[in-house]
């Protein structure tokens, strides 16, 4: 028996972590070696002693057998040594040069059998076997650089590219969208159409037409007919060009969900005016460099951001959105739409561009340039999944500065509904709401869900909310026992609508789909194709995971620093990673960005939260990762605890052992009375590792 040694070497322009996770699961090995036909991966863990049975094809000769993993240092080394069949160690080695880059040693020995056969093997392996390592080396460089074009989305067929615009139009007649008008009505909307184009204003002119004494927005100062809308938007776009807030400049909106938000939105858009959507829950130096990052020229603002408004860079004009007492007698819009008279607009003005901050939950926000709807198929797909009909009365408490918040306004607006806000959500006061106003529907975030469930069962049944048909939410996660308890609570009237900020929206959750899988992101609406991609931009089969990618007709313009998300197939990334379930439902595991390695398993900290969200102790809970001199990375709990309970973090630690892998215990608990959140009640996990 002859021992051969064989090596390798290449530098990758690829991060070390990178690296690290191909080279340190044989699992996905065939994709860079085809000499590698099937792994099979035959015990728990996967770092030292995991047990892998392999079968691989050299010329004409099939191998296989049984390996053992004897080397593990994350980031550093990985190798193996057999167990049954040809006798062999494997090694890989991986060294950081720096910039990105990662230098890739790999080194073979096996035994070759001896006599006039085994010497003439011997000999070809010496000849093919350096060859076969750099080529496999090779291929997995380009298969890191390779263009996502690899494993692409089959293209729709033709009766589904013909069916989807059919059911949209369908979908738009039974929510009475598209309906007989009367002449008068006809001929408002083709003006509209002819000033407007088919942007924002012209589903507002469009709804002010049909039903002009429907009142378009209750809030706290009254309502609004959609008649009234149009007069108002339209002296208040006068108001901005005698300012000299012109086509292309940028305003900032500071404000709560009233009508002075609807209103600069649609003002805007019929001056061609961009606007950026500023987050109600920025501090003032956070305010003060998203401000001077999206150059803003005039800020819109409640005037309970009097400190913002005093900070406010020098020379920026500024309006308030709202006011009470305006000790400073500053100008307010309310004065503005008063005392300017209409004048005439331009026809069709450059295309206005709502800027809708990221939620910055882990980093500083980033300005996403959100686009105008194409023609009604973004009302289509919304309303073939959630069932708004024309003239619902929709209580809106999801903020209208994000983006959850601005696809209702949108969708609404085509629909004819009206919109009755609240400025501050308060659980009592909404369900208070609903009852007087006869809602039709409420939007909400999932936290706002969450504390209406708090609320006393008597206080909840005091109010009389048998007029909801619809109770969406999004913008976070809904936990699947949240979804439970609200479909116990109101009936099947749950949706839970999935996107993000970037594409806008990716699937739908209806109740039925709630009842049947209650963590479910559900399935995408018409007019929208969703893939699930592997780390080989391959398509995953269901029940895989892997990155969440969406096609549709509203996909952002791209960030305004320049930057872009990341694409596949002229799809755009989520941000997230889950997976289908046979039936076509998607599962959402949590952010791609928050996975981490730990003792070499892949762990996402979502995983943990929904099982610890279970926990009948636990108001809320949010898991991360951090680094750990052993096992490279490890995860942390972070728990507030119901009143009057008590929980221990050992109960936590057995509970998640008990139900999940060794590596997702967290070995720190910590207990606090509160979880940081931003204003949309996503929880600030970048502010969490500074709390304890």
Not at 180 to 186: C, F, N
Not at 377 to 383: G, K, Q, R, T, V
Request: positive net charge.
């Amino acid at each position: 028996m002859r021992t051969v040694r064989v090596e390798a070497r290449r530098v990758l322009n690829q991060p070390i972590e990178r690296v690290w996770r191909a080279v340190s699961d044989p699992l996905f090995y065939s994709r860079f070696a085809p000499e590698v036909a099937a792994v099979a991966h035959l015990s728990s863990q996967r770092d030292l002693g995991a047990r892998y049975a392999y079968r691989a094809r050299i010329g004409g000769t099939e191998l296989g057998g049984m390996v053992e993993v004897n080397r593990y240092q994350q980031y550093q080394e990985y190798g193996w040594t057999a167990v049954t069949g040809v006798d062999q160690q494997v090694r890989w080695v991986l060294r950081d040069v720096g910039n990105r880059q990662t230098e890739l040693l790999v080194r073979v020995f096996f035994r070759a059998p001896g006599g006039l056969f085994g010497g003439l093997t011997d000999k070809l392996t010496k000849r093919s076997a350096g060859k076969r390592a750099d080529k496999a080396l090779l291929r997995l460089d380009q298969y890191f650089n390779a263009e996502p074009a690899t494993g692409a989305l089959p293209p729709q067929p033709l009766s589904e590219r013909l069916r989807s615009p059919l059911a949209g139009v369908w979908t738009l007649i039974k929510r009475g969208v598209i309906r007989p008008l009367w002449p008068g009505a006809m001929f408002r909307l083709v003006k509209g159409f002819r000033q407007w184009g088919m942007t924002l204003p012209l589903a507002f002119v469009m709804s002010a037409a049909r039903f002009p004494r429907q009142p378009a927005i209750i809030d706290e100062a009254g309502e609004i007919s959609y008649r009234e809308l149009e007069d108002r938007t339209n002296r208040l776009a006068s108001a901005l060009l005698n300012m000299k807030i012109e086509p292309g400049a940028r305003i900032g909106v500071l404000c709560r969900n009233h009508r002075g938000i609807v209103e600069t939105i649609l003002a805007a858009h019929k001056v061609g005016v961009h606007v950026v959507l500023l987050n109600t829950g920025m501090g003032v130096n956070q305010a003060r460099s998203v401000m001077v990052e999206q150059h803003i020229n005039l800020l819109i603002a409640d005037e309970e951001f009097t400190e913002i408004l005093d900070r406010r860079p020098p020379g920026m004009v500024a309006v308030l959105g709202w006011a009470e007492l305006n000790p400073n007698l500053m100008a307010t819009l309310e004065d503005l739409i008063r005392r300017t008279e209409p004048r005439d607009l331009p026809r069709k003005p450059p295309a206005s561009k709502l800027i809708v901050l990221t939620s910055g939950t882990t980093g500083s926000p980033k300005g996403a340039r959100r686009p105008q709807p194409r023609a009604m198929s973004a009302a289509a797909a919304l309303l073939s999944k959630i069932p708004y009909n024309t003239r619902d009365r929709v209580l809106v408490n999801a903020p209208i500065f994000h983006s959850w918040g601005l696809a209702t306004l949108q969708i609404l607006g085509v629909a004819g509904a009206t919109l009755v806000l609240q400025r501050r959500f308060e659980p009592e006061s909404a369900l208070e709401l609903v009852e007087r106003e006869q809602c039709d529907a409420m939007v909400l975030v999932p936290v706002m869900a969450q504390r209406i469930m708090e609320l006393p069962r008597a206080v909840i049944e005091k109010y009389d909310t048998s007029s909801l048909r619809i109770l969406a939410s999004s913008g976070s996660s809904l936990p699947g026992d949240l979804a439970t308890e609200l479909l116990r609570q109101f009936g099947p009237v749950l949706y839970n609508f999935y996107g993000s900020t970037e594409v806008s929206w990716a699937t739908i959750a209806t109740p039925r789909d709630l009842q049947e899988a209650p963590g479910t992101a559900g399935s995408p609406p018409i007019g929208t194709r969703v893939a699930i991609v592997d780390s080989a931009n391959k398509l995953c089969t269901p029940g895989q995971t892997g990155r969440i990618f969406v096609l549709n007709s509203m996909l952002f313009d791209g960030y305004t620093n320049g930057s872009h998300k990341e694409t596949w197939n002229g799809m755009m990334s989520t941000g997230d990673v889950g997976f289908f379930d046979p039936t076509g439902r998607l599962f959402v595991v949590g952010r791609d960005d928050e996975m981490i390695i730990s003792g070499g398993e892949n762990l996402y900290p979502r995983e943990v939260e929904d099982l610890l969200a279970r926990l009948p102790e636990v108001r809320e809970v949010a898991v991360l990762g951090v680094e750990d001199r052993e096992f490279g990375q490890r995860l942390v709990a972070y728990v507030v605890t119901m009143p009057g309970t008590a929980l221990t973090a050992d109960r936590i630690r057995s509970h998640v052992k008990a139900n999940l892998t060794r590596f997702s215990v967290p070995r720190d608990v910590f207990f606090l009375e509160e979880l940081p959140r931003n204003a949309i009640g996503k929880v600030l996990k970048r502010e969490l590792r500074t709390v304890v």
